[in-house]
């Protein structure tokens, strides 16, 4: 008889060609799991090419879940299982696996010519190489096309029902409902494709149950949480989502002027949704027409939003300094991803850090946040709708593509509870002066155009201070280069929180290296280690308490996924000899590579 094993926490991983459907039977996964009540995050990993050569390893395609019934903050390091279905997608991920681990491989691609194309010279199935994990192996194709027979599909549209095959057997493996995904094939496919969907998914689960392939199956319990509503959301749609909230708390209609590229265009795509919101999106010929075209409609009154990633930050640059010129508000949200140019457009990094902060020409200052988790995404949107608006001011917001891609459960915040900060077109006429300001935010009046009597000049040209006239004064031009710099020097942002020992090591982190400082952190600490993990989310300026945290603590270590770009801002502001750790691979930190970090760097004596 097969065992229930209970455990807290599993990672898996599904793997296979691009074109396997790794990813719908991922979120397929996660979406039970949800809904069950776990806590989870995900991270799928796409590769660069539309369509590598099947069965390459260029082409393999995966998506990592971590579930449990406890507060989790990555989508693991390793996993405890992995759905391999082709030679490619097991070499590519077999080094991942925890030793002992389940493979389940599909048999029938593990022949010759798949070997050939995967660069694999002999068949790990039978040579002795995977000795120490357990390896079952299905032959999905043959068992996919028993469910299915009788309702006339091709060999190429039975081949594509295999993957809901694969989640039938995990299905039952991890004692997951088949109810969820069952709802999703009713209402995504028409038949005959509903039925064949419907088959190989129950065919697997049930194929699980009756062969003796498995020795036990695992249940995970679900978490306790707070009552509430919740979903789960990925990074791109909780931005966008954010950024309808911001628009709405400034009572101001949003405009999204952008041009597709990855890992930025699913917010351009959730967004194009919310039309009834007040939302207009227009998808530009190109990265220059996307951001100018947001400047105008934050000149015409809207706020101006605009989405990209590094290789378009670069071609938006001068129109940054036209929005920083107008003092007009614009969010620019920037997902980033491997490069320089064209780089890894799949793969994730945070190396566009001191881009964001000083790359334009000029002395050109822009606040620069960045969200730290998924979920993040959305409070970091509203976030810098609020200091847009609030001081005249373009924004960026930094991601990345382990954000954007990334999934956890959100509660559902109730809007009401959110802060309003309603924008206050200026109207009075009498003493008006287009570049007069705010003496708390420096911020200047944001005008209506064609509204009488406040007609003024707009451009990105020097304005003189007060009328905003053309300028090519000097003294006025060093005015206004400190007067602006002053405005963003000055934005009220929150102190860093610190988690940890008050002494000791301190590891300090911004983005999505999140999830696995703060999991090192708290293994350190219950190894006996003194260490204490602050968490940036506003870079410039940075939040007032964080030196002198840099100068209390007895080391500082900075783990990024780039060479150490925070790292020379904290040095140039602070004085204080922070530890770079970086990592440029394409790929997050892994919780063992930040507590190996903090090991080698720990603080024997407080300072």
């Known amino acids: 008889m097969k065992t229930v094993q209970s455990v807290d926490h599993v990672v898996i991983r599904f793997a296979g060609d691009s074109g396997d459907g790794m990813q719908i039977v991922g979120s397929q996964f996660t979406n039970t799991t949800a809904l069950l009540g776990n806590d989870l995050a995900t991270f799928p990993d796409f590769p660069a090419e539309i369509r590598a050569p099947a069965g390459t390893l260029a082409g393999v395609s995966g998506f990592q879940l971590h579930f449990a019934s406890h507060d989790i903050f990555t989508p693991g390091d390793a996993p405890e299982a992995i759905i391999a279905m082709n030679p490619a997608a097991l070499k590519a991920n077999v080094a991942d696996l925890k030793k002992g681990g389940l493979i389940i491989a599909n048999k029938e691609k593990f022949i010759d010519r798949e070997f050939e194309k995967a660069g694999i010279t002999s068949n790990p199935l039978e040579d002795g190489s995977l000795s120490d994990y357990q390896v ?9 096309k028993l469910a299915v027979d009788g309702l006339g599909l091709s060999g190429k549209e039975t081949e594509r029902c295999k993957n809901f095959y694969a989640l039938g057997m995990t299905y039952w493996l991890y004692s997951r409902p088949m109810e969820t995904t069952e709802r999703w094939i009713n209402a995504k496919f028409k038949e005959p494709y509903r039925e064949a969907n419907l088959r190989a998914l129950r065919a697997g689960f049930n194929y699980a149950e009756t062969v003796e392939l498995f020795t036990s199956r695992y249940e995970v319990a679900p978490m306790k949480q707070e009552p509430g509503l919740y979903r789960n959301i990925m990074g791109n749609q909780a931005a966008a989502l954010g950024l309808v909230v911001g628009a709405s708390k400034a009572n101001v209609p949003l405009f999204l002027g952008s041009y597709p590229i990855t890992p930025a265009s699913d917010i351009l795509h959730y967004l194009s949704g919310y039309k009834a ?32 990633s590094g290789p378009g930050m670069a071609l938006k640059t001068e129109a940054m300094g036209l929005a920083v010129m107008t003092e007009l508000p614009l969010v ?7 490069g320089p140019s064209t780089g890894l457009p799949t793969k994730t990094e945070q190396s566009d850090l001191l881009q964001a902060v000083y790359g334009r020409n000029g002395e050109c200052p822009i606040p620069v946040i960045a969200a730290s988790t998924p979920s993040d995404c959305f409070e970091m949107a509203v976030e810098a709708v609020r200091i847009a608006v609030t001081y005249m001011t373009p924004v960026i917001l930094l991601t990345d593509g382990y954000l954007a891609n990334g999934s956890e459960p959100w509660r559902v915040p109730n809007v009401d509870n959110i802060p309003a900060f309603p924008v206050s077109f200026h109207t009075e006429t009498a003493g008006f002066k287009a570049y007069s300001r705010n003496p708390e935010t ?17 451009g990105g040209i020097e304005k003189a201070e007060g009328t905003g006239n053309v300028s090519y004064e000097p003294l006025n031009h060093e005015l206004m ?3 602006r710099a002053a405005k963003v020097a000055g934005i009220k942002v929150p102190d860093v929180e610190v988690h940890g020992d008050p002494d000791g090591l301190l590891v300090v982190g911004w983005g999505s290296t999140f999830g696995a400082i703060r999991v090192a952190v708290d293994m ?4 006996g280690l003194r260490v204490a993990h602050a968490h940036v989310r506003h870079i410039h300026p940075l939040p007032a ?9 007895g080391r500082v270590i900075v783990p990024e996924m780039n060479l150490g770009q925070l790292v020379k801002l904290l040095r140039e ?6 530890v770079s750790i970086p990592k440029v691979q394409g790929q997050a930190f892994k919780i063992a590579e930040v507590l190996t970090a903090i090991r080698h760097h720990q603080v024997t004596e407080a300072k």
Do not use: M
Not at 442 to 458: D, K, N
Not at 524 to 527: H, Q, T, V
């Open 545 to 553: 308490n964080l030196l002198g945290l840099l100068g209390h603590y």
């Open 136 to 144: 079952v192996s299905v032959d999905l194709a043959r068992q996919t």
């Open 573 to 578: 502001q602070s004085l204080v000899d922070c």
């Open 481 to 483: 280069v400190k007067t």
């Open 442 to 458: 420096l911020a200047r009046p944001w005008v209506r155009p064609g509204t009488p009597g406040l007609e003024h000049r707009i």
């Open 277 to 308: 919101h007040g939302v207009i999106t227009f998808q530009a010929e190109d990265e220059i027409a996307a951001i100018t075209s947001a400047i105008g409609a934050s000149f015409g009154g809207h706020l101006g939003l605009t989405t990209t």
């Open 332 to 338: 620019i949200v920037n997902i980033q991803r491997g």
């Open 524 to 527: 350190a600490r219950r190894e």
